[in-house]
């Protein structure tokens, strides 16, 4: 019988470190049980609280039962595994993680056996905000281009799920992953870069995971850390962290900005509303910013990425400006609910920093004052220049309870706004705000800061904010 790639999994010992309920071990478990893996599944989440996911994985066929190790880790399962995957969440610099590696067992994620197994170029989409936007319209792009596209990683959609078929593909397909720092973190495990990598922005954010800012940009540099010399990476040019960055690339670098690039360099920019993507000094229009549907100058970039990142893996322009059209956005990012005795709700839920819930502030705010919602769990962040545009652009602020917030009233109070007590519930904070609110206004739900503590995670947030706007009656 032909030997596969994927059959030198069948009959190893794996562990898996976190199960978890947005996909983050749910993908690569069901994949490794079809290879016939023998799977240990450890995480410190109960049985009841991962219900929904073991319910998932016992309707796959797999050549052994998986054994679960619940509320807890045992050192053996790490020492004596012939594989570890670490999920997303887990902390690089765990114990148990410290003690795999002291018995030289290999770590890996579903990304790095996607990219070790994956026979078709792949487009790598970081940054602190954008990366889902940018990943979910390149992927439409390429769609409308192409006629199939696979989209997945950090989106609650492992990649494995696909591999199966791409492996029998015999023409190439499109591949868009959305990269997390962490998930990058992964592929030091098989040194291997898309061969298309886009930053979107590098920002302050999980400060509370990594040793500063010089480790957290460290961490998505590895997008391009190891791409061939005709690999491509698009890098913001007018953020001082990224033009740091960007010197380091070893393919062929596209700058990234919202005005003219200097005329030597290729580069995607927009001059006037046109947004024009330049290589080796021949320039293309790829769209103009009037036909982008989404508002703010936020969406604006978004746009740019996506269609210079399309075009770069071969999307004609007709149908980047086709795709663009009907682009509707994606779930938890600026997402319009309903409107309401003529008060607009709009979920921002994946504004988990200062940065992103500004311009979200500058996006629904700037016409007339709206009611935000914010609050939550502490990355270790800093709200200064958050609390000084709640002062400019917001006429109430409702904040929920969190390790975060005693900060975000703090600097608040610096700002010269004035707070209540902290909601803690989703209903009392919608509530509040719809009471505050005003025909013609914007009651806006971007936290700022992380979602753990009152809710399972930030879609979580944004679900509940939907359910509850939708119940206003």
């Not at 969406?299 to 990142?309: H, M, Q």
């Amino acid at each position: 019988m032909k030997t596969t790639p994927q059959s030198a999994f069948r009959g190893r010992k794996i562990t898996v470190m976190g199960l978890g309920l947005n996909q983050g071990g749910l993908g690569v478990s069901k994949w490794l049980l079809r290879q016939g893996a023998r799977l240990t599944i450890t995480d410190l989440k109960s049985r009841e609280e991962l219900a929904p996911s073991i319910r998932a994985l016992a309707a796959v066929k797999g050549a052994h039962p998986v054994r679960y190790v619940l509320g807890r880790h045992r050192k053996a399962d790490f020492r004596r595994a012939d594989m570890i995957i670490q999920n997303p969440g887990v902390p690089r610099d765990s114990a148990f993680l410290k003690i795999a590696r002291k018995a030289g067992v290999p770590i890996e994620s579903d990304i790095s056996i996607f990219f070790r197994l994956c026979p078709h170029p792949i487009v790598g989409v970081s940054g602190t905000k954008g990366k889902t936007s940018v990943t979910a319209l390149t992927g439409a792009m390429l769609e409308r281009s192409f006629g199939r596209v696979v989209v997945a990683g950090n989106i609650r959609r492992s990649p494995l799920d696909a591999l199966d078929g791409l492996m029998r593909s015999k023409e190439p397909v499109p591949i868009v992953l959305e990269l997390s720092s962490w998930q990058l973190e992964s592929l030091k495990a098989v040194e291997m870069s898309p061969a298309i990598a886009v930053l979107t922005t590098v920002l302050p954010d999980h400060l509370n995971r990594y040793d500063g800012m010089k480790d957290y940009a460290a961490a998505k540099e590895l997008i391009y850390a190891w791409q061939l010399p005709m690999g491509v990476a698009v890098v913001p040019y007018d953020n001082p962290w990224t033009r740091s960055m960007g010197a380091r690339v070893r393919g062929e670098r596209f700058w990234a900005s919202m005005k003219p690039l200097p005329q030597e360099q290729n580069g995607l920019f927009y001059r006037g509303t046109k947004a024009v993507v330049r290589s080796q000094g021949i320039e293309t229009a790829l769209f103009d910013a009037k036909e982008n549907p989404l508002p703010g100058a936020h969406n604006a970039w978004n746009a740019l990425l996506a269609g210079g990142a399309a075009f770069l893996r071969g999307a004609k322009p007709s149908a980047i400006r086709s795709a663009l059209r009907a682009f509707k956005g994606v779930p938890h990012r600026l997402e319009r609910v309903r409107e309401f005795r003529g008060v607009a709700y709009w979920n921002d839920t994946a504004a988990t920093t200062p940065e992103a819930s500004i311009a979200a502030m500058e996006t629904l705010f700037v016409k007339r004052k709206g009611v935000l919602i914010a609050g939550g769990a502490d990355k270790e962040l800093r709200f200064g220049a958050w609390a000084k545009a709640v002062k400019r652009l917001a006429k109430k602020v409702v904040l929920f309870k969190g390790t975060a917030t005693p900060k975000m009233r703090a600097a608040l109070a610096r700002a010269g706004v004035e707070t209540e007590d902290d909601a803690v519930t989703m209903r009392e904070a919608v509530a509040r705000a719809a009471a505050s609110a005003k025909r013609g206004e914007a009651v806006l739900l971007s936290p700022g800061c992380a979602s753990f503590g009152l809710f399972v995670n930030e879609f979580d947030r944004g679900d509940r904010f939907r359910s509850e706007a939708k119940k206003l009656r």
